[in-house]
């Protein structure tokens, strides 16, 4: 459905303030993503200077259908914005000798708080049919930053996780 692709995406858009000049070393990234039958825009701005990115701020759109616990969609999106980042700065996994090394969050990196930016959560009102509201935030969360580090830096990430590329 375009219109709610297209709705998501202007409202993030508009909500983020993307087209509003920014600090030097710093830009927005923006990607839009439909799974579940809920469609999600996320937009990402950050820093990179010196060899290093830092995410200053996120916002992410999302049209769900109908919404019955507002408070739950926006809590699953901030968790998918969380996640997506740490996915995207830093998952990975890694194997020696045909064995996984890592083996719990002790050695698997995950974003700590003082990582974690500033986010807001936007709720299109919909009438469609409801959708899934926990896993359609992630996607876009990667492309998003990805984009951002390009508008900032000129630095293309084609390879994840961002931190084989820039310091986190």
Known sequence: DIKRFRQVLNLVADKAGIDQPT???????I?????????CAVATKVRVENGAVKVLDMHLATDAGTVI????VRSQMEGAMNFG????L?????????AVVQSNFHDYPQLRMPQCPSMSV????????????????????????ANAIFRASGLRIRDLPINKQLQV
Do not use: C
């Not at 600090?23 to 990234?29: M, Q």
């Not at 616990?69 to 739950?72: K, L, V």
């Not at 980042?85 to 995207?88: F, K, T």
């Not at 919909?126 to 969360?141: H, L, N, R, W, Y």
């Open 31 to 39: 990607s839009v993503h439909r799974s579940f039958v809920t469609y």
């Open 85 to 88: 980042l740490s996915l995207a």
């Open 122 to 145: 936007y709720i299109v009102e919909s009438d469609a049919p409801p959708g899934g509201v926990g896993e359609p935030g992630v996607p876009p969360v990667a492309a998003s930053l």
């Open 23 to 29: 600090a030097k070393n710093e830009a927005w990234g």
């Open 69 to 72: 616990n507002p408070d739950r």
């Open 90 to 98: 830093m998952g990975e996994i890694t194997y020696q000798n045909g």
